[in-house]
C-alpha cells in the first residue's frame, strides 16, 4: 500500500508478498448495487483524522444503484531516472494489445511477446518485463493497472501492485453487491484502505508508523486518495503511433556520453526528437495523414561512446593512470568527454569509432528491416558535432557498386594467397586459438568477414585479435591490388615501384611493398581527390561500407568545415559529391560555438548568407522581424534624409540666373551689353542676397515637416515595396555546387527571444538545442516528404 508495502514510488522490486485480512461488516449479503464515478477528493477531507470516519461520509441520493461493473484495466511501464521513479502509461492501442495477450497467455508455458512503442520494445507478458530492441538498456517493470494512490505531496498517481489492486477490487466489488460501506482493508504493517462510499477511498497509515518519506508525525496520519481505473486519474495517455514507416534515419552522436544539458542519453534524445516529428506530422500533415500517404518516420540512436570507452580498448584505464588526482571531476569530464577529438585524430581509436559506428548503422538496418519486412523506404543519416565529421568521413569513403557494399570482389572472395586457417595461426604465433576457431567452422574467407566484436564474443583477447585482423586487412588489400579491385579515383594513378623527378628527388613513388601497402590502404575509398585542392587529410584507415545507400546527410552543430580547414582544405570543387549520397545539409543555431560553415568553401565569389530555417508555425520570430523591419526602416530613412537634404541643398544655395541666348566669342557687342547689365543689377545684387538668404534658413526650418509629410505618409510604403522587391530581382539563383544537388547547404536556426539578450550565455545551449527543436525536425520531415511527393501543409497557427 505505502512504500512499505510496496507501492510508494512506485518501486515494484521492494514490494513484499502482502497478506492481507479483508474485515467486511456484512459478508453473507447478496445485495447489487454499482460504482458511480469517482470523483477528486477536497483538500478539506484530506486533513481530516484517521479517527473520524464519519466526516468522509458522503449522502447517497439515489434509491437504487446501479450494478457492479469491472474495471478497466490500463497498462504501465516503469522509469527510473536519478533515483525517480515513475509509472507512464502505453498507448491505448498497446494497452489493448497487452490486455489481449494476457487474456490469451492464460496456463501456457511459453511467454507470449508483443511488440509496442513503434515495435522499439518487446513486452514478454507473462514476464512482465518490457526490453529494448535497437539499444542496450536493462529491462523495465510492466503493470497491468487498475488501482491508484496519490499522497499530499506526490505529482501524479501511482498504480498498486497488481496483487494489491486485485484485494482492492475484490473488496470493491463485495461492498457495491452487499451495498455496505466502511469496508476495511487491514494489512500486516498496520495499513489499511477505507472504502467509505464509491466515490471517497483512502488509504491509512498508522501514526507511530516510521516512514523515511515522511517528514513529521503529522504527516505520517495524512491519508493518501485512492482511485479506481485509469479514466478517474489525470494521466495523460499518449498516442499511437503509425505502423507504416515512410522514412527511416539513424542519428550520430557527438563527443561524451551525454547529448544535452541534462546529461541525457543519445536514446533519451532521440526519443524527444521522435515526438517533436510525431508531432509536427500531426499538425503539418495532417490531411495526408488521414488519406493515408503519410505514416511516420523512424529515428534510431547509434552509440559508439561506449565501445570506444569499453574494456575491450582499455583507453579508460590507461587515461586514469596518468591523471593528475586534483580537480577530479573536471579532468573526468575531460578524460570522458574532449578526449574523444584527439582519439578521433588517433589511427588506432579512429578506426574503432569509424568500425563501431558502420557496424552499428548495418545491424540496426538489418533488424529494422526483420521487423518490418514491408519496409521500402528510403534510409538518411544524421551526425550531432563530432558524428557528422564521422559521418562525412565515412560517406566520402564510401564504394558504389553492391560489390563495394558488400566489402568483398565479385568473384574474388579473399583467397589470402591461399594460406589455410592454420597456416596463417602459425605464423602469427597464436596456435592456441586454433581450435577455437575451428569450433565455430571458421575459415579464412569467414574469418575476413569477423569484426573485434565477434571475435570478442569467443573469448579471443585484445591482442590477438588485432593481429588476426590486421593480418586479414592486409592480405585483403594486397589482394585487391593484384585483382584489380581497388578503385581508384579518376586522375589518380597507381603509384610506380620507384620514380624520381627532374631534381633527383624521390616522388610519390613507393620503392618497397610495405610502402606501397601504405598507399593501396590510403586509396581504397573512393574518395576523387581531384575535386580537392591538397586532399582531404583524413585519417589512413579502413573505412568500412555501409550496407545501403544514404539519400540525405544531416549534419547539426557540425565543425566539418573547420576540420577540413584544418586538414589542409581549402577549397571544395562544385562538382563533387558524396559517392553513395545525394544530399547534404548543414543545419545550425547562430550562436553555436562549435559549428561552421561549408558554403564558403564551395562558392568563394560569392558572399552567401545561410539560408534561414522558418519557424514551424509558419513565419519568423517576431524579434527577428522588428529587426528586420528597422533595420530596412533605418536605411530607407537614411536614403531619404540623404537624398532629401541633397535635393534641398542643391535647390535652396543656387541663385537663380537669367534665360540667356547662347552668345558667340565674336559678338563683343552682346557681350559688353550683357556686362552693363550686370553693372545695373550690381546695385540691387545685395539686397537680394540677404532677401535669398533669409528664405533659405525658412525652408530649412520647414524641411523637418516636408519630410515626415514625405516619408511617412506617403513614400513609406512604396519605398518599402520597391526596395523589397529590387533585393528578389537582384538576387539571383546561385548554385552552391552538387554536394546537395545544386541547392543550398548552410541552414541557420532562429534564436529565441531570450537568447538574443546575450549570446554567450546561451552558447553552450545552443549547441545541444538540435534534439528538442521543432524547426529542425519540420526541416529534415520536409525534405523527407518532398522527396516522396508530399507537400507540407502550411500552419495557421
Given amino acids: 500500500m505505502s512504500d512499505s508495502a510496496g507501492a510508494e514510488g512506485g518501486r515494484s522490486e521492494a514490494a513484499p508478498n502482502i497478506n492481507t485480512r479483508v474485515l467486511f461488516d456484512n459478508p453473507t449479503q447478496t445485495v447489487a448495487t454499482e460504482n458511480t464515478p469517482e470523483d477528486q477528493v477536497s483538500p478539506a477531507v484530506d486533513e481530516a483524522s484517521p479517527s473520524s470516519t464519519s466526516s468522509f461520509e458522503m449522502v447517497d441520493t439515489e434509491s437504487v444503484p446501479a450494478p457492479y461493473q469491472e474495471v478497466q484495466p490500463h497498462w504501465f511501464f516503469c522509469r527510473r531516472a536519478n533515483d525517480n521513479t515513475s509509472w507512464l502509461p502505453f498507448s491505448r492501442e498497446d494497452s489493448d494489445k497487452l490486455e489481449r495477450a494476457c487474456h490469451a497467455v492464460g496456463d501456457l508455458e511459453d511467454d507470449v511477446v508483443i511488440a509496442v512503442e513503434g515495435e522499439r520494445y518487446d513486452v514478454h507478458v507473462k514476464e512482465r518485463k518490457r526490453y529494448a530492441v535497437y539499444w542496450e538498456q536493462g529491462p523495465t517493470e510492466v503493470r497491468r493497472c487498475t488501482w491508484f494512490y496519490k499522497g499530499d505531496k506526490d505529482t501524479r498517481f501511482m498504480p498498486y501492485p497488481e496483487d494489491v489492486s486485485k484485494m482492492l477490487e475484490d473488496a470493491y466489488m463485495i461492498a457495491v453487491t452487499l451495498d455496505e460501506w466502511k ?51 489525470s494521466v495523460e495517455i499518449p498516442d499511437g503511433e503509425p505502423e507504416k514507416v515512410d522514412h527511416l534515419v539513424f542519428m550520430v552522436h557527438g563527443i561524451g556520453p551525454a547529448c544535452d544539458l541534462r546529461f541525457r542519453s543519445i536514446i533519451q534524445c532521440v526519443n524527444d526528437f521522435r515526438s517533436a516529428s510525431l508531432s509536427l506530422l500531426a499538425s503539418h500533415y495532417k490531411r495526408a495523414q488521414q488519406d493515408g500517404e503519410v505514416g511516420r518516420v523512424e529515428f534510431l540512436p547509434v552509440n559508439w561512446h561506449s565501445a570506444l570507452h569499453g574494456d575491450a580498448t582499455g583507453v579508460d584505464e590507461d587515461i586514469q593512470r596518468i591523471t593528475l588526482p586534483s580537480i577530479s571531476r573536471l579532468r573526468h569530464f575531460t578524460n570522458d568527454t574532449l578526449l574523444d577529438l584527439f582519439f578521433y585524430n588517433s589511427p588506432t581509436y579512429c578506426q574503432t569509432i569509424v568500425d563501431t559506428v558502420a557496424s552499428e548503422i548495418n545491424t540496426l538496418h538489418t533488424l529494422f528491416k526483420q521487423r518490418h519486412s514491408e519496409f521500402n523506404g528510403a534510409v538518411s543519416v544524421v551526425g550531432h558535432s563530432l558524428g557528422s565529421l564521422i559521418l562525412f568521413d565515412l560517406l566520402t569513403n564510401q564504394r558504389t557498386g553492391s560489390e563495394a557494399r558488400e566489402g568483398l570482389p565479385s568473384g574474388e572472395h579473399l583467397h589470402l594467397n591461399c594460406d589455410t586457417l592454420q597456416q596463417t595461426l602459425t605464423r602469427l604465433g597464436l596456435q592456441q586459438y586454433l581450435d577455437t576457431l575451428q569450433a565455430e567452422n571458421l575459415d579464412m574467407e569467414s574469418l575476413a568477414l569477423c569484426q573485434d566484436g565477434d571475435l570478442k564474443d569467443l573469448g579471443i583477447p585484445l591482442g590477438p585479435r588485432k593481429k588476426i585482423l590486421n593480418y586479414v586487412r592486409r592480405k585483403w588489400l594486397s589482394q585487391d591490388l593484384k585483382t584489380g579491385a581497388v578503385h581508384l579515383p579518376e586522375g589518380l ?267 554567450y550565455l546561451f552558447a553552450i545551449q545552443s549547441h545541444l538545442c538540435y534534439w528538442e527543436s521543432e524547426d529542425t525536425a519540420l526541416l529534415l520531415l520536409k525534405e523527407i516528404y518532398d522527396k516522396l511527393g508530399v507537400a507540407i501543409e502550411q500552419s495557421h497557427q
Wanted: glycine letters at 6%; aromatic letters at 10%.
Fill in 493 to 759: 594513378q597507381a603509384p610506380p615501384p620507384l620514380n624520381s623527378d627532374h631534381d633527383g628527388n624521390q616522388s610519390s613513388g613507393f620503392p618497397m611493398q610495405q610502402s606501397q601497402f601504405h598507399r593501396a590502404q590510403s586509396v581504397t575509398s573512393a574518395v576523387d581527390y581531384e575535386y580537392f585542392d591538397v586532399g582531404i587529410g583524413q585519417v589512413s584507415i579502413d573505412y568500412p561500407q555501409l550496407a545501403f545507400h544514404p539519400q540525405t546527410f544531416f549534419a547539426f552543430g557540425s565543425p566539418i568545415g573547420m576540420f577540413l580547414t584544418v586538414r589542409g582544405l581549402k577549397h571544395i570543387d562544385p562538382n563533387y559529391t558524396f559517392p553513395t549520397c545525394k544530399s547534404f545539409y548543414n543545419i545550425y543555431h547562430p550562436y553555436d560555438p562549435v559549428a561552421y560553415r561549408l558554403e564558403p568553401m564551395l562558392v568563394t565569389e560569392v558572399d552567401l548568407e545561410p539560408m534561414l530555417i522558418p519557424h514551424h508555425k509558419g513565419r519568423k520570430r517576431m524579434h527577428l522581424e522588428l529587426k528586420d523591419s528597422l533595420t530596412r526602416m533605418s536605411m530607407d530613412l537614411k536614403n531619404n534624409v540623404l537624398g532629401s537634404l541633397r535635393t534641398a541643398w542643391q535647390s535652396f544655395s543656387r541663385l537663380p540666373v537669367a534665360a540667356l541666348p547662347p552668345v558667340d566669342r565674336g559678338d563683343t557687342t552682346i557681350e559688353r551689353d550683357h556686362q552693363e547689365t550686370q553693372a545695373s543689377a550690381a546695385i540691387t545684387s545685395s539686397s537680394k542676397r540677404e532677401e535669398k538668404s533669409a528664405d533659405f534658413w525658412t525652408k530649412i526650418l520647414e524641411w523637418p515637416r516636408a519630410l515626415h509629410k514625405h516619408y511617412f505618409q506617403a513614400g513609406v510604403c512604396d519605398e518599402a515595396e520597391s526596395s523589397v522587391s529590387a533585393e528578389q530581382t537582384e538576387q539571383p539563383e546561385i548554385k552552391v555546387g552538387m554536394l546537395n544537388g545544386g541547392r543550398r547547404i548552410d541552414y541557420v536556426l532562429q534564436e529565441k527571444p531570450i537568447e538574443s539578450f546575450n549570446e
Fill in 183 to 233: 469496508s476495511k482493508l487491514e494489512f500486516p504493517n498496520g495499513e489499511s484502505v477505507i472504502l467509505h462510499n464509491p466515490k471517497l477511498i483512502m488509504q491509512y497509515r498508522p501514526i507511530g508508523l516510521q516512514d523515511e518519506w515522511a517528514s513529521s508525525p503529522s504527516e505520517q496520519g495524512r491519508p493518501r486518495t485512492v482511485k479506481r481505473g485509469v479514466n478517474n486519474i
